[in-house]
Every structure is written in structure tokens, then in C-alpha cells.
């Protein structure tokens, strides 16, 4: 029998502080090395998402709550070491991979929306981490405007970029083609 990484760590629920069914002091132990067994897994299907059509868009529907938990964790195993090199460089190959480049404006959309819609937690806290690292934001935002985007998409990056920095005292820079698209106007 094979069970789905997602949906054993989304039975977890890491990102409560309350397991669901570890209501003994004795089963802590074991679902915690369960949960330490199944983040790596988790991370290796996130980075494949980033690759894949409609890879990160899937993560704005609670059914996958338990891999938006991974990808949005503080300082989690995604977001390090390996992973983090791995992603970077995925993220890197925007200019030549449609998949990547759609993946990563899905991202800062996911991104935007936890930090913006007031519930203080877990996914808030680490979609702030994850903004405040220079290096994922500018690899993430070179990615995203690697290529002209249409209008429309272009004003909602645009939207999310000048709300970061004001907000979250971040510096995003624009391309030129997009300063050049905003004067057309």
C-alpha cells in the first residue's frame, strides 16, 4: 500500500502545533519521525512542481495544504542547503522554460496572497521569510520578467512588486521592456 506524502504530513498538521491523532504522549516520538521522514519527499515533489504546467498553481487549493506547509516553511528543508541550490537554478531557467516562468508568477501570486489576507500563522510567517531572502527574490522576480508579459499580467506583477516594497521594504527591479510597456500606456 502506498500512501500519499501529502496527505500523511496533512494529517500531521505541523502547521496547527496540534496532531490530530497524537493524543498519547507516547505516539510523539514516532509521528515526529514520521514527519521528519516525509518533508524531504514533500520538497522533492515541490521542486518537480516548479517544472511542471500548472505545477505551483494547484497549491492555492486547500487540497494540497500539506505541500503549501513545506513550501512556505521558515527555514524548512526546502529552503536549504541542496534544495535551495536546486531551486535557485530551476528558477534561473525561467528565460528558456515557460513551465518555470508560469510556475514562478503563480509563486509570487500564492506568495502575495498569504501575505496579504491577515490571518497571522505559520504560512504568513514563512511567505515573509521567504520574501526577505535576497537571493530566492531576485532569482523568483528575474524569472517572472525574464520575458515581456501581456498587460494585464504585467500590472498585476507590477500590483504585488510596489505593495512589497512599500509594505515589506523589499527592491524589486523592473526590467527595462517593462518600463518601456508602462510609458507606451
Same mark, same amino acid.
Given at each position: 500500500?502506498? +500512501?500519499?506524502?501529502?496527505? +500523511?504530513?496533512?494529517? *500531521? $498538521?505541523?502547521?496547527?502545533?496540534?496532531? $490530530?491523532?497524537?493524543?498519547?504522549?507516547?505516539?510523539?516520538?514516532?509521528?515526529?519521525?514520521?514527519?521528519?521522514?516525509?518533508?524531504?519527499?514533500? %520538497?522533492?515533489?515541490?521542486?518537480?512542481?516548479?517544472?511542471?504546467?500548472?505545477?505551483?498553481?494547484?497549491?492555492?487549493?486547500?487540497?494540497?495544504?500539506?505541500?503549501?506547509?513545506?513550501?512556505? /516553511?521558515?527555514?524548512?528543508? *526546502?529552503?536549504?542547503?541542496?534544495?535551495?541550490?536546486?531551486?535557485?537554478?530551476?528558477?534561473?531557467?525561467?528565460?528558456?522554460?515557460? /513551465?518555470?516562468?508560469?510556475?514562478?508568477?503563480?509563486?509570487?501570486?500564492?506568495?502575495?496572497?498569504? *501575505?496579504?489576507?491577515?490571518?497571522?500563522?505559520?504560512?504568513?510567517?514563512?511567505?515573509?521569510?521567504?520574501?526577505?531572502?535576497?537571493?530566492?527574490?531576485? %532569482?523568483? &522576480?528575474?524569472?517572472?520578467?525574464? +520575458?515581456?508579459?501581456?498587460?494585464?499580467?504585467?500590472?498585476?506583477?507590477?500590483?504585488?512588486?510596489?505593495? &512589497?516594497?512599500?509594505? *515589506?521594504?523589499?527592491?524589486? /527591479?523592473?526590467?527595462?521592456? %517593462?518600463?518601456?510597456? %508602462?510609458?507606451?500606456?
Amino acid at each position: 500500500m502506498t +500512501v500519499d506524502s501529502g496527505v +500523511v504530513l496533512s494529517e *500531521l $498538521t505541523p502547521w496547527t502545533g496540534y496532531r $490530530t491523532f497524537a493524543r498519547e504522549e507516547k505516539s510523539r516520538p514516532l509521528l515526529e519521525l514520521v514527519d521528519m521522514g516525509i518533508r524531504p519527499k514533500i %520538497a522533492e515533489v515541490l521542486i518537480e512542481r516548479f517544472q511542471q504546467v500548472g505545477g505551483v498553481q494547484q497549491l492555492l487549493s486547500n487540497d494540497f495544504i500539506g505541500e503549501k506547509f513545506i513550501l512556505l /516553511e521558515k527555514e524548512g528543508c *526546502l529552503w536549504t542547503g541542496v534544495s535551495r541550490e536546486k531551486l535557485i537554478r530551476i528558477f534561473q531557467a525561467a528565460p528558456s522554460t515557460s /513551465e518555470v516562468r508560469n510556475n514562478l508568477v503563480w509563486f509570487i501570486h500564492l506568495l502575495d496572497h498569504e *501575505l496579504t489576507r491577515g490571518v497571522d500563522g505559520p504560512f504568513k510567517e514563512g511567505a515573509l521569510w521567504i520574501v526577505h531572502q535576497q537571493d530566492i527574490l531576485e %532569482a523568483v &522576480w528575474r524569472g517572472v520578467f525574464s +520575458v515581456p508579459l501581456n498587460p494585464r499580467l504585467l500590472g498585476s506583477c507590477r500590483q504585488i512588486r510596489d505593495r &512589497w516594497e512599500e509594505k *515589506l521594504k523589499v527592491s524589486i /527591479e523592473m526590467p527595462k521592456w %517593462a518600463s518601456s510597456e %508602462a510609458e507606451a500606456c
